[in-house]
């Protein structure tokens, strides 16, 4: 049995993603609509000491659509990305595939507690960026959609 799940984050680059589940294959680069990318505040997230500042998160925005990865993972490694996104929520969204194909995904988002504080304090490291960037050229996700934030 798998699931499918789509990664925004860091888990957009197979060697992160591949280190606590290895059973991750790409499906398709994809578009969430009906949100956006954001960073969390610094400070109060567990991910944030390892990254060295805001985490990825995704955010309801109508306005907005967030790309990234569609995997596909064995049920066995559910509970390897549920600890890795430990103080994230998970949550099940319909991602479109460039060819307009709709998939079923599990993702992860912060609580809106993360957000409080929204400013410069919240922008990630440039070692996590470099991931983010890594992952989405790797999968060629499309340059002028990323979904990266211009401000933050």
């Known amino acids: 049995m798998t699931f499918l799940y789509f990664a925004y984050g860091s888990n957009l680059l197979q060697q992160r993603l591949h280190m606590e589940n290895p059973s991750a294959r790409f499906v398709a680069v994809g578009e969430l609509k009906g949100h956006k990318l954001a960073f969390s505040c610094i400070g109060m997230n567990p991910s944030e000491i390892l990254w060295r500042g805001g985490a ?3 955010r309801e925005d109508p306005n907005n659509s967030v790309w990234g990865c569609v995997w596909r993972l064995g049920n066995e490694h559910l509970q390897t990305l549920d600890r890795q996104e430990l103080v994230y929520d998970s949550k099940d969204v319909t ?4 060819d307009g194909r709709e998939y079923t995904c599990r993702t992860y988002q912060l609580p ?3 957000f409080e504080d929204e400013g410069p304090n919240n922008r990630p490291s440039p070692m996590y960026l470099d991931i983010i960037i890594k992952g ?3 999968n060629n996700l499309p340059q002028h959609v990323c979904g990266f934030p211009e401000n933050n």
């Open 136 to 138: 989405a050229i790797q």
């Open 112 to 114: 809106a507690c993360y």
């Open 95 to 98: 991602v479109t595939s460039i």
């Open 56 to 58: 990825a998160s995704i």
